[in-house]
């Protein structure tokens, strides 16, 4: 098998892929094999389901990338550089959701908080209203936008019982090598 890309919004599938393999490979009890071979298959993929889980990152570096793309896209909004802003993000939307599928759900004291719920409603209103507004090239609309998404950030952190995660607008980008200059689109 050779895996060309390892790039961390595919690890999940990646270790999926190896764990169904792993299963696939095992032979079943109708070829054959008896009960104790029954239990050393199931120890063997237990076995091998933890080792995937130590491969897989965590929910916080994902949220590194999240706050990463959403830096960014706070920088490219206010050069106007509506493509670039548009870019970061769908890469910070797309990188919520990754995080998302590590950590479907967060225990709290008051019970389990469920986060793709939480996102869904966050995607339908405040993150949908700041796409509108970089479809829109609408500066102004654009930075009230990304504050209101900031406190639904916030909120989010303090239902997961971690306020100390507050976030704010940022006062420099995550990179120094992107220029937020827009270009011609033509032209290079």
């Known amino acids: 098998m050779v895996i060309k890309s390892l790039t961390a919004p595919h690890w ?3 270790a999926l892929a190896a764990l ?39 929910q916080s570096h994902a ?29 910070a939307r797309n990188h919520i959701l990754w995080a998302i599928r590590l ?6 004291s008051g019970g389990e908080l469920h986060l793709q719920e939480m996102f869904d409603a966050f995607d339908k209103t405040l993150l949908a209203d700041l796409k509108k507004q970089i479809a829109e090239k609408n500066r102004a609309g654009f930075a009230a936008s990304y ?11 303090t239902a997961a019982e971690k306020p100390y995660l507050h976030i704010v607008v940022p006062d420099k ?6 220029d937020f200059t827009p270009r011609d689109e033509g032209k290079r």
């Open 20 to 58: 169904l393999l792993a299963i696939s490979a095992a032979p079943s009890a109708s070829e054959g094999g008896d009960a104790g071979d029954l239990a050393q298959q199931i120890a063997a993929l237990k076995s091998a389901n933890e080792q995937l889980r130590h491969l897989i990152p965590s």
């Open 63 to 91: 949220m590194m990338d999240v706050a990463y793309h959403f830096t960014n896209l706070w920088f490219a909004g206010q050069h106007r550089n509506w493509p670039l802003a548009q870019f970061y993000f769908n890469e």
């Open 12 to 14: 999940p599938r990646v």
């Open 147 to 157: 504050r209101a998404a900031l406190d639904g950030c916030n909120a989010c952190h």
């Open 173 to 178: 980008p995550e990179v120094h090598i992107v």
């Open 103 to 108: 950590v479907p759900v967060r225990k709290t």
